[in-house]
């Protein structure tokens, strides 16, 4: 039997009026990857914040026992000088720097006084090769993609003598391929006798690289399953351990919707970059969407679908716009606003609910209101007790877990926040819904939830167009797929002829390739 | 619906170390006047004290809810307020004294001229996207040297209104004045009806809100909130009816302040000025029109700070170089002290009151007890931080 690098025993971790971890227990062997799954929620952050001293010794109860030793880390440092280095889920790189100044950021190479650049960057272009990142460490970080940036951080950790690399959802905001990369780096970092911890939602990336996978549910641990065998352990399998009961379909039925005429159309529709006009984001794409019809977009990261989805809302990204819009046949010349748009009956719900959908400082009920405050308003005074009915009437109906609708938006969980925003499009009565990656960052459950939410818009007739990356929900929601690649679409398919292996051989085939 | 009425878990349950941080600057306002209070001997708590907290202090409400607006956008100001009541001062004081312009011509043109800047700046700000604080800034040197030099028509750099009666009793005096010492009527009258609606409106909410349903404090704390509040302006409008009546002043701030709070908690563009704070592009992506409200809020700074203007030539009886210095200071102050945010998206009308009544205790009290005025200022640099670490500092332990 492998030797024990990590064991947490017992550990218990109280905030002020909650239990946020109650006696977890975790293992870690020498040379393993090590998944942490569990629901938004569930402790998993908490207790690797608790591991790395960033919550300090006695601020929690139970025992780190790091290489035989019990550890008492008082903040990071410690816990770093041990080899014990957190990658978090936000990148944590300054854009404006370096790639060499960002890894050895407060790590400085040389004297206390006098920054070594030259041992600086060839160290940092050392690591880098270990990543597999052919950027030269001199290199502004704003420069590279985000799929780098990734990779820049890895090899930060690399760069403080890592022994236990903990990486919290290395891959939420990378595409498919980039993922792939980065797995099968962790792979190789593995066959080099690394340990690694990893967070991640994404079950079929940790089905593929953990030897372990432990199941963290409402603050315990409630499994360890081996994935050490021949066959992948299913995601079923630990979705079960995830949610407590078993989930036999991820995708609910959507069942007797009639899909009717085509509600919106557009026809060579394209985009410019706004800083380099002469970039086209979005290249002559004709799309429609039907009442009552769910249509997905799919594509990897920077395929333009966001940005497409933009521009038809009130022409809210880009500029030098070409192309026609047409709702419910009829030719619409929206002008450069979104209050238009939403005249027009369209909703775009954002991909970064934090970024540019949520207001986080204000209540549920003003942000819920927001989009459509002048139907609550006469003269423009507003009527705050109606606004307050409709605040409830969609926290009903929605299902969103909150005491009241008066609770800051700032201090839900992601679900909750994700059917806030929807909430607030909902209420601005649209015809026809922009889904800009409707579940990105939370957790089955709520995901669940969000597409029985998709179901009941469709069932009403309205029409959907859901973006996504996550290739099996765009399967198992959509009735039809649109395909995008570099700014085109590479291709469309009905619900039942799609499949993960014909669509991705479409986005290969497109050029762009691996 | 109507069964949720007889819900008790409607009724918010008090809190009591959530109430303190709540309604600190309010205790710290009342603490704060007990003690120059007792540091005067009671001259604090004299009838003239409270004319004078009005009459010198009218300006900050009113340049206060105009920087309320700019900071609700997102921690913007205007530094050009204070040099702009300098300009627009010489320039009243030529269209009234020397050009001898009608007083109501005269002051039409005044607003005008406030338009017509808050259009330019607004425009600049919201449209050609130049940083606030830059903005202003160029108003700020360039407003005081404008206003100087239109008064150099004058040997002493002065424009005296003491012959203007009519400009003088629009924004300064004591309306129904009886002599001092004497109680006045019609003030006290006033004091009484207001004190009457502020309890009447809390029970009306109250009721409304009980009747929908709606989450409601305890009766005790709604009871002790309008006991506290007619008591307040009882107290107040006393002491005004002893020192000769109402200030005319207290009408044009409580006209300013009343709108205001109504504007910032009752209407569309009171919410968005708050949700282009608390996220611009969230804001713009729900069909806000950000640019607009940018532009609205210097718009009205400008119109605030002109009739800012027209109290404070009015009160010195002269438009002169000095008028307005530091003004924009004190608004800011004021603003900060009461708990508007300087990011933005927060802070309401009712704080920045509460926040320029504290401030101008302050001073009031340190006059009175003759602090030298090299101190007064360090004491006014340490109550602003003071009152930003402790924002910051509550704050952090609600999460």
């Given amino acids: 039997m492998a030797k024990i690098l990590l064991e947490m025993k017992n550990i218990t971790k109280t905030f002020p009026g909650v239990k946020a971890l109650d006696n977890v227990n975790l293992q870690v062997e020498e040379g393993e990857i090590h998944a942490l799954v569990g629901e938004n929620g569930a402790g998993k952050s908490t207790l690797m914040n608790v591991l790395s001293g960033i919550y300090p010794h006695g601020t929690y109860e139970g025992d780190i026992i790091y290489n035989g030793q019990v550890c008492k880390f008082s903040n990071i440092k410690d816990s770093e000088k041990l080899g014990i280095v957190i990658i978090h889920q936000e990148l944590a790189l300054v854009p404006e720097m370096t790639i060499g100044e960002n890894m050895y950021l407060g790590n400085e190479r040389g004297h206390k006084y006098a920054i070594d650049w030259n041992t600086t960057f060839a160290e940092a272009d050392k690591y880098l090769k270990m990543v597999n990142l052919e950027e030269s460490s001199k290199v502004q970080v704003k420069t590279i993609g985000t799929g780098k940036q990734q990779l820049v951080e890895i090899a930060k950790a690399l760069a403080k003598q890592a022994k236990l690399l903990i990486l919290d959802e290395p891959t939420s905001s990378l595409n498919e391929e980039d993922s792939r990369a980065l797995l099968d780096l962790m792979l190789g970092f593995k066959k080099q006798g690394m340990t690694m911890i990893i967070i991640s939602h994404k079950l079929n990336e940790v089905a593929y690289v953990a030897d372990k996978i432990t199941v963290i549910r409402d603050g315990t641990t409630i499994e360890t399953i081996d994935n050490r065998g021949p066959e992948p352990v299913s995601e079923e399998r630990i979705i079960k351990g995830m949610v407590g009961r078993e989930m036999t379909n991820r995708f609910p039925k959507r069942e007797g919707v009639k899909i009717g005429d085509v509600m919106m159309e557009v026809e060579h529709w394209t985009v410019h970059h706004p800083l380099y006009p002469e970039r086209k984001v979005v290249d002559d794409v004709s799309i429609n969407v039907r009442k009552g019809e769910v249509v997905g977009i799919y594509g990897l990261m920077g395929a333009g679908r966001t940005e497409l989805a933009m521009s038809i809302f009130g022409q809210s990204y880009g500029v030098n716009f070409s192309g026609k819009l047409k709702i419910d046949g009829k030719e619409v010349k929206m002008k450069k606003s979104e209050a238009d748009a939403i005249r027009h009956k369209i909703a775009y719900v954002t991909e970064d609910r934090k970024g540019n959908g949520l207001i986080l400082s204000q209540s549920i009920k003003v942000n819920t209101s927001l989009a459509n405050l002048n139907s609550l308003a006469k003269l423009g005074v507003i009527d705050q007790d109606k606004e307050y009915a409709v605040a409830e009437e969609y926290r009903d109906k929605l299902k969103t877990k909150t005491p009241t609708v008066e609770q800051l938006v700032g201090n839900l969980s992601g679900g909750n926040q994700q059917k806030v925003l929807l909430a607030k499009w909902m209420f601005a009565e649209p015809d026809i819904m922009l889904l800009d990656e409707p579940t990105r960052g939370i957790d089955v459950g709520a995901k669940y939830e969000i597409y029985c939410i998709i179901n009941d818009l469709a069932a009403q007739g309205k029409s959907v167009v859901m973006i996504s990356s996550e290739l099996p929900e765009v399967l198992g929601m959509s009735d039809r797929i649109y395909i995008m690649n570099e700014g085109k679409i590479i291709g469309e398919m009905k619900a039942q002829d799609a499949t993960q292996e014909n669509i991705m051989a479409l986005i290969l085939q497109s050029g762009r390739g691996a | ?399």
Wanted: charged share 10%; net charge positive.
């Fill in chain 2, 1 to 399: 619906m109507e069964n949720k009425a007889l819900n008790k878990s409607n009724i918010r349950k008090p809190h009591s170390i959530s109430m303190l941080k709540k309604n600190a600057m309010l205790i710290i306002l009342v603490l704060v006047y007990i003690f120059f209070t007792i540091m005067t001997k009671g001259r604090m708590f004299k009838p003239t004290s409270f004319a004078s907290l009005i009459n010198q202090n009218a300006y900050v409400y009113i340049l206060g809810c105009g920087m309320l607006m700019c900071m609700l956008t997102g921690g913007n100001i205007d530094l050009s307020c204070g040099a702009f009541v300098c300009l627009l001062g010489a320039l009243g004081g030529m269209m009234m004294v020397v050009w001898k312009w009608g007083t109501g011509i005269s002051l039409l043109a005044m607003l005008a001229i406030g338009v017509l800047y808050g259009c330019g700046l607004g425009a600049l700000i919201a449209y050609v996207m130049v940083p606030p604080w830059i903005a202003t800034l160029a108003g700020y040197l360039a407003f005081r040297g404008l206003g100087t030099s239109i008064l150099s028509v004058s040997s002493t750099n002065s424009i005296s209104f003491k012959d203007n009666q009519t400009f003088l009793n629009i924004f300064s005096g004591t309306l129904f004045k009886t002599p001092e010492g004497q109680m006045n009527m019609p003030c006290l009258i006033v004091g009484i009806v207001a004190a009457v609606l502020v309890v009447l409106l809390i029970f009306n909410t109250r009721a409304t809100r009980l009747r929908k349903g709606y989450e409601v404090d305890t009766l005790g704390m709604d009871v002790a909130k309008s006991a506290l509040g007619a008591l307040a302006i009882l107290l107040i409008m006393y002491k005004l009816a002893l020192a000769g009546g109402i200030p005319t002043v207290l009408v044009w701030v409580a006209a300013v302040v009343l709108l205001y709070a109504f504007i910032t908690s009752k209407t569309t563009v009171g919410r968005h000025f708050y949700v282009v704070g608390g996220n611009m592009e969230a804001a713009r992506l729900s069909g806000v029109n950000t640019k607009r409200i940018m532009f609205l809020a210097y718009l009205n700074m400008a119109i605030l700070t002109s009739i800012s203007a027209m109290i404070v030539i009015s009160r010195y009886t002269a438009a002169n170089a000095d008028a307005g210095k530091n003004f924009e200071m004190d608004a800011i102050s004021a603003c900060v002290v009461g708990g508007v945010s300087a990011s933005g998206g927060a802070g309401t009308v009712l704080g920045m009151v509460i926040g320029a009544t504290l401030i101008g205790v302050i001073n009031l009290g340190m006059f009175q007890i003759n602090l030298d005025a090299n101190y007064q200022r360090v004491v006014k640099g340490f109550v602003l931080l003071a009152a930003v670490v402790f924002d910051i500092l509550s704050k952090k332990r609600n999460t």
